[in-house]
């Protein structure tokens, strides 16, 4: 079963990876909600 909402999951995961690489300390927490400091 594939939603609009799993993709949407799917895609902020992929933008959070790129965005890892060019984060200097990154948080994630427990919600599952990835968050970057110091872009």
Known sequence: ??????LT?????????IHIHRARTVVVNTGGVISASGL
């Open 1 to 6: 079963i594939c939603r609009v909402e799993d």
């Open 9 to 17: 999951i799917s895609g902020l995961v992929i933008g959070s990876i």
